[in-house]
């Protein structure tokens, strides 16, 4: 059984910084890519960033490039997303997910199916 738990969202003003942490167990967490995807109330869910196992490798979505960095620290099982110059349309709850394999392709680490656990969200909004 693999148990995600993220933290750190909030309330933020537009233009501010927000850095979310998804603390991973149950799994050889370092041998699997992550991902962070979020869903904003009445829309479907949707890819924000991936990294692959040793972290040498990212994916992000159009909408948060240039804006968000996701990253790792095995030694810690964490997870991290750190988000700059939020926008009132980053509001939403955000998921983080691990994969099934160590390293996904651009393509498929946007794909939520290739992730077979999540953790229970963490609510962040932006104001303008």
């Known amino acids: 059984q693999v148990q995600l738990v993220e933290s750190g969202g909030g309330l933020v003003q537009a233009g501010g910084s927000l850095r979310l942490s998804c603390a991973a167990s149950?799994?050889?967490?370092?041998?699997?890519?992550m991902g962070w995807f979020r869903q904003a109330l009445g829309k479907e869910r949707e890819f924000v960033a991936a990294?692959?196992?040793?972290?040498?490798?990212?994916h992000y979505a159009d909408s948060v490039k240039g804006r968000f960095t996701i990253s790792r620290d095995n030694a810690k099982n964490t997870l991290y997303l750190q988000m700059n110059s939020l926008k009132p349309e980053d509001t939403a709850v955000y998921y983080c997910?691990?994969?099934?394999?160590?390293?996904?392709?651009?393509?498929?680490?946007?794909?939520?199916?290739?992730?077979?656990?999540w953790g229970q969200g963490t609510q962040v909004t932006v104001s303008s």
């Open positions: 990294i692959n196992w040793n972290g040498d490798r990212t």
């Open positions: 149950g799994r050889t967490y370092s041998r699997v890519a």
């Open positions: 997910a691990s994969a099934r394999y160590g390293f996904l392709s651009d393509y498929d680490s946007s794909n939520g199916s290739e992730y077979d656990y």
